[in-house]
């Protein structure tokens, strides 16, 4: 903390000249960052939190005998919200009651990541329900993310091409594929070559293997023509060129941030490279309210922050203003800048900002056990980033009766550091250890993950009375699961039991209740682009269009997000943005 | 109007909003938050996760911070019963089960420590009752009688026995898995080490696997 008030009180307006300001430094603004400090612009980066020294605070290889934190944290300590999150970390997380809220679990209400996400009674939201997961630290949630990897394909691009529902984004897989490969080669991915037009190919490392009991579960399911194939994660195996980053030494606990940063995290990979260039200024505790407006000029002049330590008000003036402090959070900020010429948000002038709020539903899954593991000594089943997942199968080409869009599975088995199957055999003694033993190598357990339709009435608002610790107006959500949603549940149980049927699993359990909303952390849209300013926020290179010196670097602009985790998509598009940024600011037309 | 970030106990009170048909209750309780009582269970303060690293790794005796010497030997008696040394590996006595269990017990609410405390009496009544003896003092065939009543409904709970019986072999499990004899004696846990590849199944690299049995 030290380090952080320092750091910021030498950063104050007139304390230097910058050409573009950046508001957050996870995916999004850890890329800008990257591209443009490199390239020899002046950056100020603003993080709304403190700085984080992760060979300090990533605990990644400490064994749970010598940390015991279960259920609440101790007085003043930070689990991540309301009880439901406030949960055991892995391996306590992984009792198959819990699985389903493992994700979260592992990420924020554990002893490993604590004090990283925000203190929820500082940061309400009211309105319908919303898991929202904010990081206020340097790095924000790529600390902790859960490293799944997966490009957007033609279905994501061209979704209402495919099946009429509304729109198409304004570009096609075509302009972002040389993004997805240079993502890849810079930050590392590791994944297998598979030809599916469901989820493209990468430039992949070494894949995860699968273990004894996946591989059979894979093979069970090839009679369904159904897919399961190494995950891929955003996790360098064969190494980079990066004094920042090792190699992947298969050791699992990815999730508590990897102490050598074979996971990629943006402050190692993408912030420190930057700060290297000479161009890039970082300042902590910086909490943004409203990007300024000038009306003689009709663009902003810079924005408004908060200290989070002194509270000072202070105003930062740049050419050029990068918002990139997630979906909502950048949404919000937006709203919040209010002029005489723009009354409900700045680039709201079509009134679709905050509309459009899309994500992924969880919940739905199931578990059994393969007996070929039964009995069979122990293997190391785990060590490794990312488990395999069975991408989406429907409506590819035909069509289903019921639904439109899709869903994947994510998920594997075999021996984990904790017996998870340990609560479910009855009994006591040496018999009941015995079981444990024969049981331990066979767990398989698979959680799906749903396309939420994008809908206008899926929104944000500013709350009119209700603020946060720092005087900003809190969002407001107005956000339900619809009638597709709901369908496609249904078919997700039916088909994850039938999957583990088909493999012959023993004691299936099945998960059919959808997590509330907000879970998947893949919150997208909110500030939608499109070529008509009347319906879309952004034009297609994620510049305001009402003015042209804002941009948004994360998935505000995202218009649909098929079924495949986000954060490799926001680097991506990130960098695409920053390369029409950068030939902007060459023509001198910013 | 709903609002995130209160505490368990205002959740309570809180109109539970509907999601999806979960309401915010049942996702509660299928957490088992107020269920098993476990997930109102305190975190270790950084001092007892660091004792009790301390109490597993010494044979020194216990230093009882909520439990009385008598619980304290019947509870330990309990959890050996449950999860016993054996030709195998040590039980939950060797990982200090117990110790654990007063050591969460000492930051628990009263509502958790009621739970135990009645538990534990309901148990010593019955020893006495039957055999004239506290549970610990208990011959093994004798020990086993008794726990082969309170596990009778092991899925489904009725009586204040069985549900104890439940709630201590909830937390025998947790203790003993996540000490050092249960990850590294009893299981044999391979993972947290630094490997130069992950091997995975054999299949993979077109060989037979002999964990599994499966062909390439």
């Not at chain 1, 698979?446 to 809190?474: M, Q, S, T």
């Not at chain 2, 368990?8 to 999601?19: H, W």
């Amino acid at each position: 903390m030290e380090e952080t008030r320092k750091l910021a009180s030498s950063i104050h307006p007139g304390s230097g000249a910058w050409d573009v300001i950046i508001v957050g430094s996870g995916a999004a603004g850890g890329m800008a960052a990257f591209q443009l400090a490199t390239a020899g612009v002046k950056v100020l980066l603003l993080e709304a939190g403190r700085m984080i020294d992760g060979q300090k605070e990533y605990r990644t290889m400490e064994w749970p005998y010598a940390s015991l934190r279960r259920g609440r944290l101790p007085e003043g300590e930070r689990p991540i919200a309301v009880a439901e999150y406030n949960m055991y970390d892995r391996p306590y997380g992984n009792h198959p009651e819990f699985a389903p809220y493992k994700k979260l679990m592992s990420y924020a209400g554990s002893t490993f990541t604590r004090n990283w996400v925000v203190n929820e009674k500082e940061h309400p939201t009211t309105g319908t329900p919303f898991a929202w997961v904010r990081a206020r630290i340097l790095g924000g949630k790529t600390n902790f993310w859960g490293r799944g990897a997966l490009r957007y394909g033609p279905l994501e691009f061209k979704a209402a091409s495919h099946d009429g529902y509304d729109v198409d984004w304004p570009i096609s897989y075509e302009d972002v594929k040389p993004y997805y490969d240079r993502v890849d080669e810079l930050l590392g991915c590791s994944g297998t070559k598979e030809g599916l037009m469901q989820v493209p190919d990468g430039i992949f490392q070494r894949p995860s293997k699968l273990n004894c009991v996946e591989v059979h579960f894979k093979r069970a399911i090839a009679k369904l023509d159904r897919h399961y194939i190494p995950g891929r994660a955003g996790v360098t195996t064969d190494g980079v060129l990066s004094k920042y980053r090792a190699r992947c030494m298969g050791r699992g606990r990815c999730g508590r941030g990897c102490d050598l940063n074979a996971s990629f995290h943006s402050p190692t990979a993408l912030i420190y490279p930057a700060r290297d260039s000479g161009h890039l200024t970082v300042r902590p505790q910086s909490i943004v309210s409203e990007v300024l407006f000038d009306e003689a000029t009709n663009k902003a002049a810079g924005v408004r922050v908060i200290d989070g330590v002194s509270r000072d008000v202070m105003d930062f003036k740049a050419r050029v203003v990068i918002l990139g402090a997630g979906a909502l959070e950048s949404t919000r900020i937006l709203l919040n800048s209010r002029s005489r010429r723009y009354p409900n948000g700045l680039g709201n002038s079509s009134g679709v900002l905050g509309c459009y709020l899309s994500e992924h539903l969880m919940g739905i899954g199931g578990s059994g056990y393969i007996p070929i593991r039964k009995g069979t000594a122990p293997t190391l089943d785990d060590g490794r980033p990312v488990a395999p997942y069975v991408p989406r199968f429907r409506n590819l080409t035909d069509r289903h009766p019921r639904f439109i869009r899709g869903y994947h599975f994510q998920g594997g088995g075999g021996c984990a550091e904790y017996p998870a199957m340990a609560h479910e055999i009855e009994g006591f003694g040496s018999a009941f250890k015995e079981q444990v033993r024969e049981w331990y190598p066979a767990p398989i357990s698979l959680g799906g993950f749903g396309e939420v339709l994008p809908r206008k009435e899926n929104r944000v608002l500013l709350d009119p009375e209700v603020k946060d610790a720092w005087g900003i107006p809190v969002l407001r959500f107005d956000y339900r699961f619809g009638d597709n949603e709901m369908k496609m549940v249904e078919d997700m149980a039916e088909q994850i039991e039938e999957m583990l049927t088909v493999a012959g699993a023993e004691n299936i359990q099945v998960r059919r209740e959808p997590l509330p909303p907000g879970w998947s952390i893949h919150e997208i849209g909110t500030a939608r682009m499109g070529e008509d300013p009347k319906t879309s926020v952004t034009d297609k290179f994620c510049r305001l269009h009402d003015v042209s010196n804002v941009y948004l670097a994360d998935a505000a602009p995202f218009v649909s997000g098929g079924t495949q985790n986000t954060t490799w998509s926001i680097l991506a598009m990130c960098w695409r943005t920053m390369d029409f940024l950068k030939e902007e600011m060459k023509r001198g037309d910013i | 109007m709903w609002r995130i970030g209160y505490v368990p106990e205002d959740l309570r009170e809180q109109e539970l909003v509907s999601v999806g048909g979960v309401t915010r209750r049942g996702a509660l309780k299928a957490l088992g938050a107020g269920v098993g009582g476990f997930a109102l269970w305190p975190y270790l303060s950084d001092e007892g996760a660091r004792a009790f690293a301390r109490i597993q790794q010494s044979q020194a005796p216990p230093t009882l911070r909520f439990l009385t010497p008598a619980q304290y030997k019947d509870l330990d008696a309990l959890a050996e019963a449950i999860i016993p040394a054996d030709r195998h590996s040590p039980g939950a006595r060797a990982a200090r089960v117990a110790d654990y269990i007063d050591l969460l017990l000492s930051e628990s609410d009263e509502e958790t420590q009621a739970t135990w405390t009645d538990g534990l009496s309901e148990v010593d009544r019955l020893s006495r009752e039957r055999f004239q003896a506290s549970f610990a003092l208990l011959n093994a065939a004798q020990t086993t009688e008794l726990l082969t009543e309170m596990s009778k409904h092991e899925r489904d709970p009725q009586s204040g026995l069985e549900k104890f019986f439940k709630t201590t072999k909830e937390a025998t499990v947790r203790g003993y898995y996540t000490s050092e004899i249960g990850i590294h004696k009893e299981l044999g846990y391979k993972g947290n080490q630094h490997l130069p590849e992950f091997v995975g199944c054999k299949t993979v690299d077109g060989e037979p696997c002999p964990h599994c049995g499966q062909k390439p």
